[in-house]
């Protein structure tokens, strides 16, 4: 009986854990693995397209200063040209390559916080679910220990009246020996 009391025990604790819930945190994290990839793949196709753009510009601002002039003081003014191009083109790109980083930072933080209150609110869920069972069947095995004990008294009663009622009987009979 122990040991059936024990794997009955073991059967409503695993009862208490629901196995949906690891899967639906196994498709959470799923979903912002997939997520997490898209904002990178768009900032990295986002940070090529902005270099590309770069590099054909400044392969522009090369062919414009490898022109020839006729002066010797133009030369300087294109090569001075040049150096201001490329130091704006530069800046231009690194500030633009910033905002990418800073939207897919922004973007990744966000997602981590979603997920992170739905992954909250589902362990908080199945915690309570547990709890509640784990409610349910303490208060059934009460109402079953209750009940087992109730009729344990009954019975010891029951028996001691009876003991009780054949000694008063043997009693009766003997007494009626006597008087005969």
Known sequence: MTTQN???????IQNLFNPKGSQDLFKTMASMNE???AIFVEAGTRSVEIMTATTKQSLSNLSEVAQVHEEPA???KAYSEFAQKQMDLLKRS?????EVNQKAGTETQELISEVG????????ASAKEAGEKLTANAKEA????TASAKEATDKVKSAAKDAADKSTSDKTA?????SS
Do not use: I, P
């Open 94 to 98: 690194a500030q633009e390559v910033g």
């Open 117 to 124: 209150e739905e992954v909250n609110g589902k362990f908080a």
């Open 6 to 12: 024990t794997q009955t025990a073991m059967f409503d």
């Open 142 to 145: 009460s109402e079953r220990l």
């Open 35 to 37: 997520r997490m990839t």
């Open 174 to 178: 003997s007494a009626s020996k006597k």
């Open 74 to 76: 133009e030369y300087t």
